[in-house]
C-alpha cells in the first residue's frame, strides 16, 4: 500500500483523488467521489497480504503457457459471449441482484470438472439445493467444492493448495479479508487485486460476481473493470424472463457478441434461436404491429414492434415507449406528422418492444414508422412481411448494415416479403422472398395502404 495520499475514488471511473470534488475530472460524472480508506482501514493485514502473495509468486511459476488452450463453459450461449473461457483470467460479472448471476454461475460450475463454487451470500447447503435444482445428474461428490465462507484468505489458500481450473466468487461485495468491513469500495478493490494476482500465479480462471444497483447502494463493482480482464454483464427487463449476456470489455474476445437466455424453473436456459421466441405469441394481422430484424453480434434476432395510438381526450398528448430511446419514438412521429398525411399531433402514441430486448440500432426506424402509420390507419401489416431502413429527418430512407445478411434470417423464418432502402450496390436478392425499395416515408405509407 502507501501508494499515494489520494484518498477519494470515484465509483464511476475508479480514479482517485487527494480532495472531494462533485464532478469527477476523469468521468465529468457528478457525485461519485467516495472517500476511499485504503491505507487506513487495511493497512494492519497488508504485511500478510503482500507476503503471502510474494510467495505465490515465487513458489508456483504460472502454468499459462502450456495451458492457453481456452475451455468450454458447457453453454455455447456463454461461450459465444466470452469466445471461451481463457485459462487465468480474471472476470467480472455483474446485473442486479436476482437477475440470475448466481444461477448462470452455477450451472457453469456443474459443467466444468473440478470447478470451486465460494459463496458469501448463502449457506453451502442451499447453494447445493439449488444446484440439484438445475442438475438432476448432480454428483454428490461437487458437494465437496461448494464452500461458504466470507474469508478471502480462506478462498486464496483453496485455490492456491487446488490449483482448480474455474472458481467463482459469489460475490465480490460479501468477501474481505479478515477485521474488514464486508461491502467498503477500499476492501473490494483490494479483494479484486488479490484474486487478479492470485489467478494470474495459479492459472484459475477466477470469476467473480457483482451486484450492480442504479442508486449505488452497494458500492459499485464499475471501479473493478479496469482491474478485469473480462466485464460480463447480464440483463433483463423485471416482467420477462428473457436475460441478454454481453461483455463490455473482453481482453480475450470480441465485445460484440450476445448471449440470450430464458429464466426457467429449471435455471436459465439458452434460446439458440430468439427469433422463434420473439414471434411466438404474435397477433397476427393485427393493428400496429411490424416486424423487424436488428443485428447484435453477428446474429440476426427477428423482433416485433407494436404500436398503439389513440385520439388524446385533452391536453398534452402521452407518449411511452419501452424497449426503444423515447426521443427517437418522438423524431419517428414528428416524421410522419411532417411528411405524411397522417398527423400525430393529437395522438397519444405507446410503444412497446415485444420480448424485453432494447433495440438500439436505427436499422428499426422503419419499422416503427410502419407500425405508428399502421396503428394510425387501422390497416394491419401482412404477417409475411419485414421492414428494414434507417429513417432521416426529411423522411428519407437509408441504407442499413448488413442487409443480406438480415434477410436470409428472415427468409428462412417463412417471411416472403421484405421493405427494404434502395439498393445501390451489387445485391443478390433472396430467392423466396419480394423485395420491395422504399425511398421515403411517403413511398412506405402507399405501400402499407395499397390492397395486398
Ligand atoms: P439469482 O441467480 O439468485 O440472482 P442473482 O444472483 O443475480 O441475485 O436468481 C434469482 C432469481 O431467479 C430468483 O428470483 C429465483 C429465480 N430462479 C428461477 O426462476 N429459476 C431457477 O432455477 C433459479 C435457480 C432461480
Ligand atoms: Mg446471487
Redesign the pocket.
Known amino acids: 500500500m502507501g501508494k499515494s495520499a489520494e484518498n477519494f475514488l470515484c465509483t464511476e471511473c475508479g480514479d482517485t483523488f487527494s480532495k472531494w470534488v462533485g464532478k469527477c475530472p476523469s468521468c465529468n460524472e457528478w457525485n461519485t467521489l467516495k472517500e476511499f480508506r485504503e491505507s487506513k482501514a487495511v493497512g494492519g493485514k497488508s504485511k500478510t497480504k503482500g507476503k503471502n502473495l510474494t510467495q505465490v509468486e515465487a513458489l508456483k511459476p504460472p502454468k499459462q503457457t502450456e495451458l492457453v488452450e481456452r475451455f468450454s463453459s458447457g453453454i455455447e450461449e456463454f461461450d459465444r459471449v466470452t469466445g471461451k473461457i481463457f485459462p487465468g483470467s480474471f472476470i467480472l460479472f455483474g ?1 442486479s ?7 448462470l454461475a452455477l450451472q457453469i460450475f456443474l459443467n466444468i470438472k473440478g470447478a470451486m463454487y465460494f459463496s458469501g451470500e448463502e449457506s453451502a447447503e442451499q447453494v447445493f439445493h ?1 444446484a440439484s ?2 442438475e438432476t445428474r448432480l454428483i454428490a461428490s461437487l458437494q465437496n467444492n461448494i464452500f461458504s465462507t466470507n474469508s478471502l484468505e480462506d478462498i486464496v489458500e483453496t485455490i492456491e493448495r487446488n490449483s482448480p481450473p474455474f472458481a467463482i466468487v459469489d460475490s465480490i461485495q460479501m468477501v474481505g479479508l479478515e477485521n474488514s468491513s464486508l461491502g467498503q469500495i477500499s476492501q473490494i478493490k483490494e479483494n479484486a487485486e488479490i484474486l487478479l494476482r492470485l489467478a494470474k500465479s495459479t492459472g484459475t480462471t477466477i470469476l467473480i ?1 457483482g ?1 450492480v444497483t442504479k442508486n449505488e447502494e452497494i458500492a459499485g463493482p464499475k471501479i473493478l473493470e479496469h482491474i478485469v480482464d473480462t466485464v460480463l454483464q447480464l440483463e433483463g427487463e423485471e416482467n420477462s424472463g428473457i436475460r441478454i449476456l454481453r461483455s463490455p470489455k473482453n481482453r480475450f474476445g470480441s465485445t460484440l457478441e450476445v448471449g440470450v437466455f430464458e ?5 436459465l436456459r439458452e434460446l439458440a434461436n430468439p427469433s422463434e421466441f420473439f414471434l411466438a405469441e404474435r397477433a397476427e394481422n393485427s393493428f400496429g404491429s411490424a416486424i423487424t430484424v436488428v443485428r447484435e453480434g453477428s446474429r440476426n434476432f427477428l423482433m416485433e414492434i407494436q404500436v398503439l395510438t389513440v385520439q388524446t381526450n385533452f391536453g398534452l398528448p402521452r407518449r411511452t415507449s419501452h424497449g426503444m430511446d423515447l426521443s427517437k419514438f418522438h423524431l419517428m412521429l414528428a416524421v410522419i406528422s411532417k411528411f405524411t398525411p397522417f398527423k400525430c399531433e393529437t395522438f397519444d402514441a405507446y410503444l412497446n418492444i415485444i420480448g424485453g430486448l432494447r433495440i438500439k440500432e436505427p436499422s428499426a426506424d422503419l419499422a416503427v414508422v410502419a407500425a405508428i402509420l399502421s396503428s394510425r390507419a387501422e390497416k394491419e401489416i401482412p404477417a409475411h412481411t419485414i421492414i428494414l431502413g434507417e429513417v432521416g429527418l426529411s423522411g428519407e430512407i437509408r441504407s442499413v448494415a448488413y442487409l443480406e445478411s438480415r434477410l436470409l434470417e428472415a427468409e428462412k423464418l417463412g417471411f416472403k416479403r421484405a421493405i427494404v432502402p434502395r439498393i445501390r450496390e451489387k445485391f443478390e436478392k433472396p430467392k423466396r422472398m419480394q423485395v420491395v425499395e422504399v425511398k421515403s416515408v411517403l413511398e412506405l405509407m402507399k405501400e402499407i395502404l395499397r390492397e395486398n
Open positions: 446485473g441482484p436476482g437477475v440470475g448471476k448466481s444461477t439449488r435444482r438445475l460476481i451486484h429464466m426457467t424453473s429449471t435455471g
